[in-house]
Each structure stands twice: as C-alpha cells, then as structure tokens.
C-alpha cells in the first residue's frame, strides 16, 4: 500500500503534531497522502481530496482521533470497501487500537503489506413509520439504539425476533449491538464482551424496570424488530451516537446484519484478548 488517506479529529490536542510526524513518515517513505485541505497543510505534504472521494484514489484509509472520530469516518464511507486503520488519540481506543507512538511502525507495515485485516460486521435498520412509510437508516458500525430520549419516562417497547414475538419492556430503552459495539453503550447496559469475529448481535435492554431482564445474544442472521408501544413523547433512534432520528407510537424499527461489513486493519502483533486488558484495566485491585 503506497497510497493512504488521512482522516484527523481536528479537535484533539495533539492532532496537529500527530498529522505533521505521519506527514514526515510518508515522504521518507516514499508514500502518497491524500485528505482534506486542513489535514495536508497540518501534515506539511499531501494532495487535497475530499474525504467521499477517497475510494478508488488510496490503498487505505488512517484514521488519527479517537473510536467516535473512526465511527464517524466509517459512515461517511460506508459501503467503499476501504480498510479504516484507527490511530488513537482518544482515551479507550477499541477501534483505533493502534496507539500514535506507532506511526512509523505502522506506515512501514502498510507498505509492506505486514497487517491483518477484520471484516467487522455493521447494522443496516428501517424504520416503518405510523404512515406506512420506509425510511432507510445509514449503517451502524457499534450500534442501533431505540431510547426515550429528552422524556423523563419510561416507554413500552415491543421485541420481536424473525417475527416472533417476544416481550414488552418498561425500560429507558433497548440497544442492538454488533459484536464491535458489545464493548461501547451495550457494556455499559450491561451486557457481554463479544469478539469482533464472532456471529452474534447483542440485544442489550437500558434501564429495564424488572429483576428479571437479562441481555440477549441472538444469531447475526437473526431480524430484530423493536416497536414504539407506549410513550407520552417521541423517542430517538441512534445510529452509532452520530445520527438521530425521531420515532413516534406505534413505529417499528427493524435490525438486521448489514451486507456491507467494515473493513479495519490490524497490525500483525495486534490481541483483541490484550487490548481488553489494557483497556478495561482487568487484573487490577
């Protein structure tokens, strides 16, 4: 790989410094990068090119930010086939796994093709609104969320799995999340870790107002539908915390694996058991 895009969260501190080193890095390397206008005046080098342009004109896409910059980058790519490498400059980095101490390490490995690559699976969802509309959802790389929102109240969900119906929940909301996302919002739900390779959708409920609720783990094939049966407002759906849309009574929401995964690349001593360690700070007292 010869070619690279460049995607940088202009936001963090140290991005700026960060895109000038990888800069330096690729013209020592004899690499190519393309990004936006204030990307390549922070690297010092590179041609201007618009970040939906990029399929077709790069190898591989780096992404310098945190997991929200990666998610953000994964969307407005969504459906290129172009594998993301997330450098992180965040504070947990599940998906920008590659720390930015690595640069160069990591430039040398894409040039010389020393890398693994996870095809990681993403949400495609339709909401079926009160009017007998369809409205088509971007992918979600992490998540779908259905909650109430702003509202101070509990709502009335309905689940539904490949047409079967299977329980109403009291609850502030439920989360279908791929096996990425089961580290993000679904842990938090208090859901399981599930690796990136396994082919399994997590159906996490938020705040649910019994004992009993526990968090499912259902077949990726699996079509999960989660209808508005009660609530005194709109809720939301969310797709990967980045786009919001309003649902009203009686509108469904359907889930299913997306036939477009997102591709991410790995460096070839990367542990998804490790990164989980490090990050989750297991073994500590």
Sequence with gaps: MKRIGL??????PIAAN????????????GMSLLADAETVAAAGTGEVCAVEALPGRVDAVIVLGGDGTML????????????LMGMNLGDLG????????????????LREGRFTISQRAALASVIERASGDRTVIADALNDLVVSRGASGRAVRLELSLDGIFVTT????????????????????????????NTAALVVAVICPHTLTSRPLVVPDSTVVAI?????????????DGQIDIL???????????????????????YDGYSVLDRKLGWGGR
């Design 7 to 12: 995607i940088v969260n202009h936001g963090k």
């Design 18 to 29: 960060m895109a000038r080193t990888l800069g330096e890095f690729t013209r020592r390397l």
């Design 72 to 83: 953000n980058t994964a969307h407005r790519l969504r459906g290129s086939g172009l594998p």
């Design 94 to 109: 599940y998906l920008t796994s590659v720390e930015a101490t690595r640069i160069e390490e990591a430039l040398v490995c």
């Design 169 to 196: 929940h009291v609850c502030d909301g439920i989360i279908v999340s791929t096996p990425t996302g089961s580290t993000a919002y679904a842990l938090s739900a208090g859901g399981p870790i599930v690796m990136p």
């Design 227 to 239: 209808r508005v049966a009660k609530s005194a407002a709109p809720l939301v759906a969310s797709v």
């Design 247 to 269: 649902l009203d009574p009686g509108e469904r929401v359907e889930v299913r694996r997306s036939p477009r995964d997102v591709p991410v690349i790995h460096l070839p001593d």
